[in-house]
């Protein structure tokens, strides 16, 4: 039994008065309408799951919306629900960006994801009315908060990479930064303050001081760390949001996958593609024998580059026949992203894909804008 206690001010009716009666009195409270809550969801799978939903662009509706979410499994686990809408992949606002472009950063996350999403009938009703998302997405962040750094550190021959670790008392696994003043870690991108989060493709949160002395140690001459200032590493924590190296702005990485632009000439692209095994074991689709002056040549190719997409799809999944096939009916223009073979090692190394830090999609995205609309768009995650 719950009793309710309320407080009224008796009076009596005057008709004269009606609404101006000062009980009575009508108000049009602009706080009556609920801002949209938007929601983070973490999710994180094994080697060969899936995340288990489906990212849809439906005609009639506005907005990435969430499909078709697997009973059980990590998407619903997170906390996605279908017919959600899409704001931000991992800290990246997304809802004005092209189909292609946003279903390819959810596959290039690699084992974890953090999507920011609304509600459906919250996301109508804020479109309807005009409501700046984009500001919604920020202010769910708060203020001030910015992207970790993945930092390259080539180390100098005198003052070594300079950059410490210091271990922050009384929390394991948590590194503060100290740096040499113009040494090598300085001018790589790292700032005084920092926090570790991540080096050479592990995390740091469960390492003590000296494991990480010793990764240190073996690290040769170069180093790559994700780092990220102390102030939005709390804001960070305080969203229970992985800080992670996909969410980075890359500063000083020695190697970068490049998209090349080509127009057909009378004797085609000008180049031959090869399917070719490296000691390794790995096998990759190799560019070879540029024609010279050809198209190929003239954007910039070189021989023994590996294609990873065409017209920003992956190759990874195809056959070498399909990709030659993507090639042919491209027609006079076909867009290929490539990396030279120390740059796929050193991503691999990493552990994350080449594809993360392109040097530029922008004509790739007027291509996309561009598209014609289709009834349903649908990419599996």
Not at 294 to 312: K, Q, T, W, Y
Request: glycine share 10%; with cysteine; proline share 5%.
């Amino acid at each position: 039994l719950v009793e309710i206690i309320g407080l009224t001010e008796k009076f009596t009716f005057n008709p004269r008065e009606g609404i101006d009666n000062p009980v009575m009195v009508i108000t049009d409270d602009a706080d009556s309408v609920s801002t949209p809550s938007p929601r983070l969801c973490v999710l994180k799978r094994e080697e060969g799951e899936s995340y288990g939903f489906h990212l849809r662009v439906e005609r009639g509706r506005q907005g990435h919306v969430i499909r078709n979410v697997v009973s059980g499994g990590v998407a619903e686990r997170s906390g996605l629900q279908d017919g959600d809408r899409l704001l931000e992949v991992n800290n990246c606002y997304v809802d004005d960006v092209p189909h292609p472009e946003v279903a390819r950063k959810i596959k290039l996350s690699g084992h974890q994801l953090c999507l920011l999403v609304l509600d459906g009938e919250e996301y109508e009703q804020g479109t309807s009315r005009g409501q700046d998302l984009r500001g919604l997405a920020s202010a769910h962040k708060g203020e001030g908060c910015k992207p970790p750094r993945l930092c390259h550190i080539t180390r100098h021959p005198v003052s070594g990479l300079g950059i410490n670790f210091t271990p922050i008392e009384g929390e394991k696994g948590r590194f503060s930064v100290s740096l040499v003043t113009g040494g090598a870690a300085e001018k790589a991108g790292v700032c005084k303050g920092d926090h570790l989060v991540w080096m050479n493709g592990a995390t740091v949160s469960d390492l003590t001081h000296s494991a990480l002395s010793r990764m240190m140690k073996k690290c040769g001459d170069h180093i790559t760390i994700l780092v990220i200032d102390s102030e939005s590493e709390k804001n960070y924590m305080q969203q229970r949001m992985p800080i992670l190296p996909t969410m980075a702005v890359p500063y000083n990485l020695p190697y970068r996958a490049r998209k090349l632009h080509l127009l057909s000439g009378p004797g085609g692209y000008g180049f031959l593609l090869r399917l070719e095994k490296a000691p390794s074991g790995r096998t990759s689709h190799v560019l070879r024998e540029m024609d010279s002056g050809g198209p190929a040549e003239r954007a910039g190719m070189h021989d023994g580059e590996l294609l990873l997409e065409v017209n920003g799809e992956s190759v990874e999944s195809l056959r070498h026949e399909e990709i030659v096939d993507r090639v042919r009916l491209s027609g006079q223009h076909v867009s290929l992203t490539i990396i030279t073979p120390q740059g796929q090692e050193f991503y691999t190394q990493l552990g994350l894909s080449p594809l993360l830090f392109c040097e530029d999609d922008a004509v790739d995205r007027e291509k996309e804008s561009s598209t014609p609309t289709r009834d349903i768009t649908d990419s599996e995650v």
